[in-house]
């Protein structure tokens, strides 16, 4: 299969119009300076509410994404969440909601959308001004009471309440997004969760740093992503508000509502290492949450420096599986093993760091994290282990046909393939070019694109740049064939 042409983003050309969208606001609007001064009629009432050409005027009402085209948004890009809430333990329930986005305009805005699902929005504000606003699918539209120039930063504060539904992460079945349990409510967000529980732009494209204030009745506690910057109580109820100063995809963001137990790890300086247990395991102390600091430190012969400035894990149940939220990996209890906690905390720099330009590139992901695999397999257990265990996976691959990793497609976004063929394919390329050069590669990818975003061509590029060398044979082989290559 060719190397697929950069995904084309359809905001710019949609969103130079200022009309009125048959909702209420005027056909001729003032523009701010800057702006297009161009005017249409109004389209016809009953216009449909889910097209995928927005509305003349409007952002779009997605970022482009060629498996998800309604995630994320046009026509803004968002700086920071403040995510305020107040969560009922028991029933899952979000009592008090607001979400307010500090976000900057590439082009001149009638309107926009939030990618939004499942809640009551009791407001939305813009730069202070109650706004218009009706649900559209997924997505919230918004009408400020006038344009935004383009260029210019504004804020949007939502308002909202209820209880969040369920998602599915494609290929696993495991549930995902906002997770009630006997013990405690958590988020488990990919691929595109994040817009149960707050609107935003939900897509990795648009990275932002993070607020999360979240107030539930004592005992409770709240874990979420960076730093515990503040905890107050106050009749019977605690608030808790955690700071992400790194650029964060949406899908990341987690709280976790429960009755947890801080155990403080050390061994490393500058990175605060901290876990969330539930009372039996803090007592307990499980084995493979007691190396972080070990395993940091040799990730980091191979990556270059871990990218934040905290990590830790979170345990909950219910979930089945492990999910690499920035600085916190949210940990099922049945997922509390050596392989699955480094294969997070690998995900910490391929994923979380360097995050993906489209969900297409899914493999820059778990290929990466299934590779930190490997290198710890041999880091412990030497060569000979690292190397049979590769052969087991390389024939299993190969007992299985599958789509090319390079477009795995929506329902294989988390297949077998994506991980052990996109593991394999940079054991390959290790081989290829040596150990070396093989972490020139990657700590100069983790370099270039840290707190931003990075496609398949972008470490390829990174790949030939560093082993001076053409490598398109290998790489159409291993990324953008069907057929499985031989092991080198
Ligand atoms: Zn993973």
């Known amino acids: 299969m060719p190397r697929r042409s950069p995904v084309v983003v359809l905001v710019a050309a949609l969103a130079l119009f200022a009309c009125g969208g048959g909702d209420g606001t005027p056909t001729t609007t003032t523009l701010r300076p800057g702006t297009s001064t161009t005017t249409t009629s109004s389209p016809p009432t009953g216009a449909t509410t889910s097209t995928t050409l927005p509305p003349a005027g409007f952002g779009a009402p997605g970022i482009g994404d060629p498996y998800f085209p309604n995630l994320g948004n046009g026509g803004f890009d968002v700086e ?9 333990p028991e029933t899952g329930e979000i009592t008090r909601g607001e979400t307010t986005i500090t ?3 590439t082009a001149g805005l009638a309107g926009f959308y939030l990618d939004f699902r499942s809640l009551e929005v009791l407001e939305v504000a813009v730069d202070g001004a109650t706004a218009v606003h009706e649900a559209d699918g997924a997505d919230l539209r918004i009408t400020p009471t006038s344009p935004i120039a383009a260029g210019e930063e504004f804020v949007v504060r ?31 967000a990919e691929p595109d969760g994040a817009h149960t529980w707050f609107p935003g732009s939900d897509h990795p494209a648009d990275k932002a740093t993070f607020t999360i204030v979240t ?3 004592e005992p409770f506690a709240v874990v979420s992503n960076g730093t515990l910057a503040g905890e107050t109580h106050s009749d019977g109820m ?3 508000v955690w700071e992400m100063d790194d650029p964060m995809a949406t899908y990341l963001a987690t709280i976790v509502v429960a009755e947890l137990e801080s155990v403080d790890r050390t061994g490393l300086e500058g990175i605060e290492i901290r876990d969330h247990l539930p009372a039996d395991l803090a007592a307990e102390d499980p084995r493979p949450l007691q190396r972080t600091a070990e395993w940091i430190e040799f990730f980091e012969t191979w990556f270059g420096p871990y990218p934040f400035a905290s990590y830790g894990h979170v345990v909950v149940s219910g979930f089945g599986a492990a999910l690499e939220s920035q600085t916190m990996s949210v940990m099922d209890r049945a997922a509390l093993v050596d392989v699955t906690v480094i294969h997070e905390l690998a995900h910490q720099w391929f994923g979380d760091s360097v995050s993906i330009a489209t ?6 992901n778990e290929g990466f994290a299934t590779f930190a695999e490997f290198l710890w397999i041999e880091d412990q257990l030497g060569r000979d282990a690292m190397e049979a265990d590769i052969e087991g996976r390389h ?5 299985h046909s599958h789509r090319p990793i390079s477009d795995p497609g929506v329902d294989e976004l ?3 393939a994506v991980y052990q063929r996109g593991g394999l394919t940079l054991h390959a390329l290790r081989v290829k070019v040596g150990d070396d050069v093989m972490r020139d590669i990657l700590r100069t990818y983790v370099a270039r694109y840290t707190g931003a975003n990075a496609s398949t061509e972008d470490f390829i590029a990174v790949a030939e740049d560093i082993a001076a060398r053409d490598l398109s044979v290998f790489f159409d082989a291993w990324l953008y064939e069907s057929e499985l290559p031989p092991l080198p």
Do not use: C, N
């Not at 024939?395 to 007992?399: D, E, I, Q, T, Y």
């Open 158 to 188: 939502v308002r909202y309440r209820g209880t969040p539904g369920q998602t599915r992460l494609p290929g696993l079945g495991l549930a995902s997004g906002w997770i009630i349990t006997p013990e405690e409510v958590y988020v488990v």
């Open 238 to 240: 605690a608030t808790f």
């Open 414 to 416: 988390f297949g077998s």
């Open 103 to 105: 976000a900057t305009a």
């Open 80 to 88: 920071h969440y403040l995510i305020e809430t107040t969560v009922d």
């Open 359 to 364: 969900w297409q590139d899914i493999w820059l």
């Open 395 to 399: 024939a299993f691959m190969k007992r």
């Open 215 to 217: 107030t539930v009745p």
